[in-house]
Structures are given as C-alpha cells and as structure tokens.
C-alpha cells in the first residue's frame, strides 16, 4: 500500500489567500449589495504596458508561421532575455552577474518555493516573522521544519527572526546559527526594508557562518530611498553566499503572465557542490521553460518604450501607497512601510486581533486586507494593505476607513 | 555550514536530451557544411493553428485593458479551460471525471516531476524499460531510488518492467508490488500501446495491491487503433488508483506554450488521505497558476476550428510516421511503433550500440535520433526517431538512411 508524503498533514489549515478568498466569498454571498474593495492579496490592477502588448502580439505570429515558430525554449531561458536581465538589473548596477547565472522560470513563487530542493534534509532555515508562507510551507512539505505548535503558531525547527515596531523591522542575527536565510527586500508583508550597509552585515554573517542566503527580491522596483541596495549583489562578497529571486508581477504586472528569475552565481558551492550545476539539473528535469511569448514579453520590460511606461505604472501604486500612508495616519493608525514598497503595514486598534480586524474592516467598510498573523506569529497584531488597487477604489476604501 | 541534497550528485551524467544537444553542436560545429535534420527530441515543428493565434491575439488584447485586464489566475486553472477539458476529454469518453478533479499547470514535464512529492521517502517506484527520464530522475533527487549501479544502468530501488520486442513491448507485473507504477501509453520512447483490456488488467492489479498508476497519456491524440484507451478512466475502477497526466504539446503543438494537466480523482486515497487535497496543496504553495493567455489558447484547442485544424496536425505528422516506418523497412530494419504514437522505434543493427548508432547516423547522414540506452538499459539495441519533423526533412532524413 503506498504511503503518502505524510509531511503534508503537518501543514496547518489551508494556504493564506485561499483562505481569505473562502472568507470574502461568504461575506460576499451574504451581502450581495455591498461594494467589496480589495487591498488583500498583492494581485495588480493596471493593464499591461503597451510595449509588452506589442511585443506579445509579435511573439504570438511568429508561432503561427512556420518560418518564426518557437517549440521547446531553451531549459534556462533564451538569451534574448537572460541578456536583457544581466545587462540592465545587474551590470547597470555594478554587479558582476553573467547571463548564464540567470535562470528564467514561471515566476517567483515557484522558484521561492522549489529552491529548498537543493537542501540537505536535515539544513536549518531562518525566516523573518512575519514571511512570506511560501518560505516555511515548501520545507514543511519537505520534512525540513519538526514538528509545529498550536499555541505559539511556530515549527520546532524553524528560526524566527521576529521583526516589529520595537526593533524597526530589521532582522536581528539568530542565537542559532542557520544554514539558509531567507531574506525579502524590500519585504512583504511590512513594506519596510533595510539599509545597504545593513544588508553587507548579512552578507559577511552568511558568509563567515557557511549559510545561504534566499533573497527575494520582488520589490525592488518600488525602492525610492538611495541607501537602500537593489540587488544583494551590490554586497560584497554575496556572490559566495547568496542566491537571488526576481519576479515580473509587480515591477511589470505580470501576476497573470508568470514570468521571473533566480540568479545562481558560479561562485556558490557547499561541501565542494555547485548549487549552479545543481539548479540547472532542477531545472533541466522538472521545468521545461517560460513560454516563449511571455519570454518576449519580458524583453520588452526591458526597452525604452517598456521602461518609460512602467516607470509611470510603479509611480501609480506608489501614490497609491502614499494616499493609503496618509489616510490610515488622519484615522489615527499606526503605519510602516509604503516608501521602498507597494504595501502598507498597520498597527491594529488595541486589544483587536488581526484576523478580528479583519473582519471588523470587512464587514464595515467592505475593505479586504490581509491579517498580520497570517504571516507569522510575529505578525499579530498587525494588518497589511496593498497599493496595488485603482487609484479610485484606494481613494474610496481609505474614506471608508477614516470614516469608521 | 550548509549541507546539500547529496540525491543530485547521485544522478549518472546530465539530462538525455542535453548530451544530446551537446553531441550534436560539437558536430556541427565541426562540420558547418553539414545540413543535420534533427528527428531526436520529440519537439514539434508545425506553427500553432489558427484558431489557437486568433484566441491568443483576443486574450492579449484583454490583458492591455483595465476592464478586462486578468491578474492571478485561479491556482488550478480557469473554470473556462478546466470545462472545457472536462467535457471534451472525459464526459465525452463517458469518463466520470469532473472539472474540479482537474488541475491545470505550466506542462506535463512539470506535473510528472513534482507528483512524487506526493509519496512518502521510501515508497517503491516501477517504471517500464526504457522509459522517458523524468519519472525516475525526479525520484532519485528525492533519494527514492537507492544506488545506482553504472554496470547495469540500474537503481537498486527501483522496479523495471522491461518492454522488448521479446513481450511485443507489453510491461508485465512485477515480482515485488510497488506502491506507484509510472506508465506512458502510448509509450514514449516505443511508440508502442497496449490494448484497453490490458489496461484494465493493470488497472485490476493496482487496486488489489493498493498501489498508484501514474498514467502519462501525452500522446493520446495519436491513437488510430480503436481498441486502445484513450483514458484510463475509460478503464472500470480506476478513480480510485490512477492519476492522469496530460500535455497539450503533442496534440496541440504546445512544447514552446506550456501547458498541461493533471487528473486527481476525489476518490483517490491512500492511509485515508485525499490525493486530490495534497495536490491542490502543492499546486496552492508551490505553483501560481498557468499563464491567462495560455489558458485561453488551450480553450481555443477544444473550439470546433481548433479541433478541426488540430486533426489535420496530427494526420501531418502520421503521415512522417507512415513515411519513418516505410522507409526503415524498406531500408531493412525492423520497426516498431508509429501507428498509434509518433515515435518510431528500431532495433540497431546487429553488434552496434544505440548510442554507437547514433554517431553512425549523425556522421553519415546527418540525422539525428535517440538512442534507446539514454531510456534505461532495455533500451539498448534500439532506437528512437520522432515524425515531428517538418514532412520534407522527413523524406529527405530516410533518403539519406535509405542511401547508407
């Protein structure tokens, strides 16, 4: 009789966001008349720029023309795009990042959640709390996190590194030593970020303690501050220690396209093994590439045109942001991030739970969020916002807001 | 210090298809003059359909406008697709299997390599001989498989069905029961099927042994013969042992697309846990859902005009099949396959090693095909070529052959 990966039923409830959607979607039956405004999930609203329209209706006749077909994409990408990506998000930069370190794949959250794979079964992980779930989830599945605790929501095996108020959100160094650490900057959920010089001392602790570092660095598009590094290659030394994430979703829209990439350094080994070699046999054996449509859609991210429009796309969510910032702060919150990043963390009103303002927020302003807890023990408490609404629907949820 | 997956190095040479790859562009290289016709990897060369640009062009379009802009898709898929397979693919066949059985993903590869993080560590896995890599690979960086043993070719975890000429490629059941039995049918590398009563069989096995079938039906679109299956769930029983993989690159010309599904039964489980709820769990987590585009251009494969365009795609490559067989016949070969699959399959000639016939090939009509060893150790003596060609190469490639 075959026994199943019984790591799964560890897993407690349900994954976040379908969650939340089961939630909504009650409320939502219940009250057919109400207006629902959702800042929950990190889901993007605006259009596609008109660059990548074009580029994607070019890529759709070539594969309709014998001549310009396209069948399997080369396993890590096509150089098209692998150039594009190391030219200007890293050599631009300064960072000596090749093209041949860059593996494009269907988006973040699969590389997020897959690179564990390359783990001993045994490797201690380090998180921020709160995290984005994908992080523990994945090496939960994978038997990587012990055993998990009811009462204080925490896995016996994970280290948290809590991040609040009183220590500004920055993640202290461990008490034990971890051999992966994964890091989002700016971060999801608390849209707070750290310093460049902050993160050069993770980078030296990485690298003195024999630990990888998982940078996720979805965001960056949204960094407006000039001390705060783009890219943890920019660190010294983190070609040796570190392994970076980059989506499309949020910088271009691209949530329901599904595109981004992993940076794997040739630099990176452990006990004499390349994790490069490793993640391209990854990949060679269970992915088979980004379509070759999205992978010239990405390109496009990439040209003049692409750049100016999407410039003007980031701007949009972040005055959302900032309409957000400024609306929560005359109700009278507590509010974090919203400058380097497209989210906004608030303080929930005292002695409110987060998942009990979150229904208190649904059922009287009919505004979703997503509830701090969900992300961790650490984030209770809290309450997270999303700028990524049209502008008129964040205008009317913060009126409704201020208006409790 | 961080400890790795040691189950990777553990993996003999690279990925089949990039030796292959490599093989062939140091050739080249060598010899630029060489025209090489290429009928290795099964890739397809036929441009997508009409119907399937004209649905790709429309969901573009959608996604540049605000009303009609799709951000996340639904983790398993679109309801519109996940009907459309439902009613198309099953209900049609007068198969029990409900839409929201079916899990959209990025490709068959994708879903036959991360369904064994369903199974526990040490669940025994059987796989035909030879056998398309992915399935045992994908179980050995999981450290299901035990040693390899170079001499043999052989894992010694794993159960091998051998499939030669001597059973008419028909696998038989195994002396010691496994918990999961990988079966791709029609057979990819044979190009050979078995009948649905034999199915059934296997079907009945499974059940009474309470194992798992992974049934790879990739090449479903390709059956001629009528009693073959072109489900398993055709087969009495099977909602309660089978899981079905499915692509639509074959049938559909989507090798450079990426799509796929999975079919996981509600009725499947094993020590009381659903199958169904690990799997959304796992695509929940892990997964973000396939491309709004790509799932509009597989709605656009079960449209009258696509079902009409996508028959006539199919007969195109048969036909290479018709003139593959034809041809190594009548160059003296003996022939397997192709009349319900679009491989063919060929028995070396005597005292030559499939992969010594492939330089053999290569080198004296710049042909390329796969040689059966890089299937599993009973695929050595045979040979694979693939109808995917465009139908003047295919002429040309066994003129050449028939030449030599």
Redesign the interface.
């Known amino acids: ?6 790591n ?2 560890k ?1 407690p409830g ?2 976040l966001f ?1 969650t939340i959607a089961k939630k909504v979607a009650a409320y939502s039956e219940a009250n057919p008349d109400k207006k629902i405004i959702r800042l929950g ?1 990190g ?6 720029a ?1 660059a990548i ?1 074009a580029a ?2 070019k890529a ?2 070539e ?4 001549e310009t ?5 080369p ?1 890590l990408g096509y150089e098209f795009l692998r150039n594009a990506i190391a030219d200007n998000d890293y050599k631009a930069r300064g960072c000596d990042i090749s093209a041949d370190e860059i593996f494009v794949s ?2 973040a ?2 590389d997020s ?2 690179i564990q ?7 201690k992980i380090a998180v921020c709390d709160p995290v984005y ?2 992080y523990v ?2 090496n939960v ?1 994978a ?1 990587r996190t012990g055993t998990y605790d009811e009462n204080t929501g925490m896995w016996s095996d994970v280290i948290y590194m809590p991040c609040a108020m009183e220590n500004h959100f920055v993640p202290e160094f461990p008490k034990e030593t971890p ?2 650490i994964y890091l989002c900057l700016p971060n999801n959920p608390t849209g707070t970020t750290i310093t460049k010089a902050q993160l050069q001392e993770w980078v030296n602790y990485a690298n003195k ?4 570092i998982i940078y996720d660095g979805a965001y960056e598009a949204y960094i407006s501050e000039e001390n705060v590094a783009h890219s943890i290659y920019e660190c010294e030394g983190a070609r040796t220690c570190a392994i970076e994430i980059k989506s499309f979703s949020k910088n271009a ?1 691209f ?4 595109l981004g990439y992993t940076v794997v350094p040739k630099d990176l080994s ?2 004499g ?1 390349s ?1 490069h070699g ?1 993640w391209a ?2 990949h ?11 992978q010239r859609a990405g390109e496009a991210v990439y040209s003049p045109e692409g750049k100016a429009q999407l410039k003007q796309q980031v701007a949009y969510y972040m005055n959302n942001a900032r309409v957000i910032l400024e609306g929560l702060k005359e109700a009278g919150y507590t509010v974090f991030g919203g400058v380097n990043a497209p989210y906004i963390w608030l303080k929930t009103p005292e002695r409110m739970g987060s998942w009990e303002f979150f229904d208190y927020l649904l059922e009287t302003a009919n505004v979703v969020g997503t509830p701090g807890a969900g992300f961790g023990p650490s984030g209770e408490g809290y309450f997270r916002l999303t700028a990524f609404g ?1 502008y008129e629907n964040t205008v009317a949820a913060l009126e409704r807001i201020k208006a409790l």
Do not use: C, W
Not at 209 to 212: E, H, S, T
Not at 255 to 258: D, E
């Open positions: 009789m075959l026994k199943v990966n019984d799964f039923q897993l349900s994954y379908s999930i889901d993007v609203t605006q259009p596609l008109p329209i994607m209706h759709v006749d594969m309709g023309a014998t077909f396209h069948g399997y994409a396993d269907d988006g959250k699969s959640g897959n794979e390359l783990f001993s079964a045994d490797a779930p994908v989830d994945s599945m038997g051999d992966v303690n024999g630990a990888l829209g949530t329901g396209v599904r452990y006990e093994v994790l490793m046999r990854r060679g054996t269970k992915f088979n590439g980004a379509p070759y449509i999205i049209s």
